[in-house]
C-alpha cells in the first residue's frame, strides 16, 4: 500500500516553491464577477494539484446559469480560463443546478445539473458536460450540455462514475421514488445500447442511490429500498445493490430487482476495497422518524455477499444515543476507512470522526463512537466535507452556527487520532471574514485539501463572490501568521490571529480608515498558545476600519495581510430572506434582531399551511443566518418566510427549486 502512493509522495517533494506562493490568508477569489452572487460550488481535482469549481450564477437576471473555473496549484487561474468564469450552461430557461463534477481522468472534468429547459418548472432534466484542462468544451459535447434523462417525471442528477474511455456512468432520481442509471460516451451521446432516458432499476421505492465502478468497465449501483414497507409508512427500509456491465446489462448472477445487502439499513455511500468488492458506510435508525441514527461500515465482495471476516451486521463505528447526521466516509489510503457526521449527543452538534481498518476493526487508538474534533463550548457545529491525507488521516470541513453567521474551519486529523503538528486545537478558519456560504472542500491530490466556499457582501461588508484556500500538512498554505476571525459588535472589534510562533511574539496592532492613515493601537494578548487577540474599543459604529498586525522578523518589522472590517450599527429588526434564492438545499433565512425579546420564524407554503417553524429570539440582538429547514423536504414552489417580533410581523418571499 505505501509504494502505491510513492508517485504521489515523490511529486509532492519536488513541487516548486513559487507554486504555493499565490494562496492569500482570507483566500483567493474564484471569480471575480461580484454582482452574479455564486452560490452551490461544486468541485473536481484537476490532478495537478489545482481544482475545477462549478456554481449557479445570477449574473443573468431572468435566469440561474451555470458557470465554471479552474484553480492552478498556486491559487491562479488556469490559462484559458476568463476572470468571470467560462459559461458551463447558459440555454434559457435552463436554471441550471450543479449537483456534482468529477475529473475525467483525462486532465479535464465532468459536470452534471438539474436543467429545466425542456419542461415546466416543476419537471427537469438531467444535463452534463465535459470541460478541459483549457477552458474549452470536451470535442463532441454540445456547448450548454449533453442531455442525459428524456421523461416526463422529474429527474436529479446524482453521483458520476468514470467507464474508464472518456465517457460516463451516472444514477439520476426519476420522480421521487425511482432510480436510474445512463451511460454517456466520450462525445456525450448516449452510449450504444443505452436508452435516451436511462435504465431504471427494478424497484417501485428506491432513493439515496450511489456508483462505483466495478474495475472491469461496469458498475455496482447501491439504494435506500422501501418495497417491503411502502414508502416512509414504517420503518422497513433496505439496502440494495445490483451490477451493471457497461452495456447496460445486468451482471450475471445479480436478479434485475438487485440484492438485499442489509436489512433495516438506509443511505449507502459505497467505497473501493482495491480487489473488485467495496466497503459499504450506511445508516441505521432506531425509530420511523430518523432520529438516534447509528453508522456501519462492511465489507462486500464482487457477488454481493458480506465478508466472512467482518461482524456479521458489520461494524458499529457509532452507537452513542442521540441524534446524529451527515456521515461521510472516504478511504484513508492506507486500506481503511475515515469518515465523520455531526452528533447531538451533548447538547448542541458536535463534529465527530472515527477511522476503520481493512479488516473491519476500529484503528487503534480511535475511540467508541467516535472522536470529537470542534470546540464543545460552540453550540452548533456541522460537518461539510472529509478528505484523506494520504497517511491514514483526513481534514474535515465544518460550519459553526453563531451569532454572525456561519464561519467555517478546515481541521486536519492524523491516523493515529490526534490533531496534525502545527494545527490549532480545533483547525483553521476558512477566513477572517464572518459568513462561509455552502463550504466545500477536495483533495489537492498531493497530500493536502482545497477548500471553497461562497460570501455576499450583504453579510460580510467587504467582499462578495467565491472564493479557495488550501490546506498542506503543516496548515494553511498562505502564511506563518493570519488572522482567523474579526468579531465586529457597534462598540468594539476583537480580532484573532494565528501563528504556531505565538508565545514570545513582539506585535503591534495597526488600524487606519479610508480617510485616515495607519496608527498603533497597542499589542496583542496571548490568547491560546498558538493565537493572539486584541479587542479594539474605539471604535465609531457605521465606520470602515482596516487592521493589521506589525511583527518583528530577521530585525525588521513585517505585516499580515490587510483586512477592512464594518463596525455595525445597533440591530434594528429585518428580514432579508433566503439565502441563496432560490434554494436547492438548506432553507437559509438571513435576518436581523433588535434585542433577545420572544421571537419566531416560519415557512409558509402558498396556501398559508405552515411548513417550518423557530424560536429565535434567544439568538439576541443583531444579524443572523439560521438553517430553517432542508429544502429537500419540501415540495418546489414559492413559499412565505414570516418574521414575528412583538407586535411586529415581516414577510418575505422566497422559491425552493430542485
Known amino acids: 500500500m505505501r509504494r502505491a502512493w510513492l508517485p504521489t509522495i515523490i511529486w509532492l517533494l519536488f513541487l516548486p516553491v513559487r507554486a504555493l506562493s499565490a494562496w492569500a490568508p482570507d483566500g483567493v477569489p474564484v471569480d471575480t464577477c461580484h454582482v452574479c452572487n455564486p452560490q452551490m460550488a461544486r468541485l473536481a481535482p484537476d490532478n495537478q494539484g489545482g481544482v475545477y469549481v462549478v456554481w449557479t450564477d445570477s449574473r443573468n437576471p431572468v435566469s440561474y446559469e451555470a458557470y465554471g473555473a479552474r484553480l492552478a496549484s498556486d491559487g491562479a487561474l ?62 463532441g459535447w454540445p456547448v450548454n450540455g449533453a442531455q442525459a434523462t428524456n421523461s416526463t417525471t422529474p429527474d436529479g442528477g446524482g453521483p458520476l462514475a468514470l467507464d474508464g474511455a472518456g465517457g460516463v456512468f451516472l444514477a439520476f432520481q426519476e420522480g421521487s421514488y425511482l432510480v436510474a442509471v445512463q451511460h454517456l460516451d466520450p462525445t456525450g451521446a448516449v452510449a450504444p445500447g443505452w436508452p435516451a432516458a436511462g435504465i431504471r432499476i427494478d424497484s417501485p421505492a428506491a432513493v439515496d442511490a450511489t456508483l462505483l465502478l466495478d474495475g472491469t468497465g461496469g458498475f455496482f449501483v447501491a439504494w435506500t429500498d422501501f418495497r417491503r414497507g411502502g414508502l416512509y409508512r414504517d420503518s422497513t427500509f433496505d439496502v440494495y445493490a445490483t451490477h451493471f456491465t457497461a452495456a447496460g446489462t445486468i451482471a450475471p448472477g445479480w436478479p434485475a430487482g438487485g440484492v438485499l445487502l442489509v436489512p433495516r439499513r438506509l443511505k449507502p455511500q459505497l467505497l473501493p476495497d482495491g480487489a473488485g468488492g467495496f466497503f459499504m458506510v450506511y445508516t441505521m435508525n432506531s425509530d420511523c422518524c430518523g432520529f438516534d441514527s447509528r453508522y456501519y461500515v462492511q465489507h462486500f465482495r464482487s457477488d454481493g455477499t458480506a465478508d466472512s471476516a467482518w461482524p456479521a ?114 483547525g483553521v478558519r476558512l477566513a477572517s471574514t464572518c459568513c462561509h456560504y455552502y463550504p466545500t472542500m477536495v483533495t489537492d491530490g498531493a497530500g493536502g485539501a482545497i477548500a471553497v466556499w461562497g460570501e455576499s457582501r450583504g453579510a460580510t461588508g467587504t467582499r462578495a463572490g467565491l472564493f479557495a484556500q488550501r490546506f498542506v500538512m503543516d496548515g494553511v498554505v498562505a502564511t506563518q501568521i493570519s488572522l482567523v476571525s474579526s468579531d465586529p459588535t457597534p462598540d468594539h472589534v476583537t480580532l484573532t490571529w494565528q501563528s504556531a510562533a505565538a508565545q514570545g511574539l513582539v506585535a503591534t496592532v495597526y488600524r487606519r480608515t479610508e480617510a485616515s492613515g495607519w496608527q498603533s493601537l497597542g499589542s496583542p494578548a496571548l490568547q491560546a498558545p498558538d493565537q493572539l487577540q486584541f479587542t479594539d474599543r474605539s471604535v465609531t459604529p457605521g465606520t470602515r476600519y482596516d487592521y493589521r498586525l506589525g511583527y518583528s522578523e530577521g530585525g525588521a518589522e513585517q505585516f499580515t495581510t490587510e483586512t477592512w472590517v464594518d463596525v455595525p450599527r445597533p440591530a434594528t429588526l429585518a428580514l432579508d430572506g433566503l439565502r441563496p434564492n432560490p434554494a436547492s438545499g438548506a432553507l437559509t433565512v438571513s435576518f436581523s434582531l433588535p434585542d433577545a425579546a420572544s421571537a419566531s420564524l416560519e415557512a409558509l407554503d402558498v396556501s398559508g399551511r405552515r411548513v417550518a417553524q423557530r424560536e429565535v429570539g434567544s439568538l439576541g440582538a443583531g444579524q443572523h443566518l439560521i438553517r430553517l429547514a432542508e429544502a429537500s423536504t419540501l415540495e418546489p414552489g414559492i413559499y412565505w418566510l414570516r418574521l414575528r417580533h412583538g407586535d411586529r410581523t415581516l414577510l418575505s418571499r422566497g422559491a425552493v427549486i430542485r
Open 78 to 139: 488556469a490559462l484559458g480560463w476568463p476572470p468571470e468564469g467560462t459559461p458551463i450552461c447558459v440555454a434559457p430557461g435552463s436554471i441550471a443546478s450543479p449537483t456534482g463534477a468529477a475529473p475525467d481522468g483525462f486532465g479535464g472534468a465532468f459536470i452534471v445539473w438539474n436543467d429545466y429547459r425542456n419542461n415546466a418548472i416543476d419537471l427537469s432534466d438531467v444535463y452534463v458536460q465535459r470541460m478541459m484542462p483549457d477552458g474549452t468544451v470536451a470535442p
Open 313 to 426: 451486521d458489520g461494524l458499529l463505528v457509532c452507537g452513542a444515543p442521540g441524534d446524529k447526521a451527515n456521515p461521510q466516509a472516504t478511504l484513508d489510503r492506507t486500506g481503511g476507512i475515515i469518515m465523520t457526521w455531526y452528533d447531538y449527543r451533548s447538547g448542541g452538534s458536535d463534529v465527530y470522526v472515527a477511522r476503520v481498518t481493512a479488516n473491519g476493526m476500529l484503528a487503534p487508538g480511535w475511540p467508541a463512537n467516535g472522536l470529537r474534533i470542534t470546540d464543545p463550548t460552540q453550540p452548533n457545529e456541522f460537518d461539510d466535507a472529509i478528505v484523506a491525507d494520504g497517511l491514514g488521516g483526513a481534514y474535515v470541513l465544518y460550519e459553526t452556527e453563531t451569532s454572525e453567521g456561519f464561519p467555517a474551519y478546515v481541521h486536519h486529523i492524523t491516523g493515529n487520532a490526534t490533531v496534525a503538528a502545527g494545527w490549532p486545537a480545533y
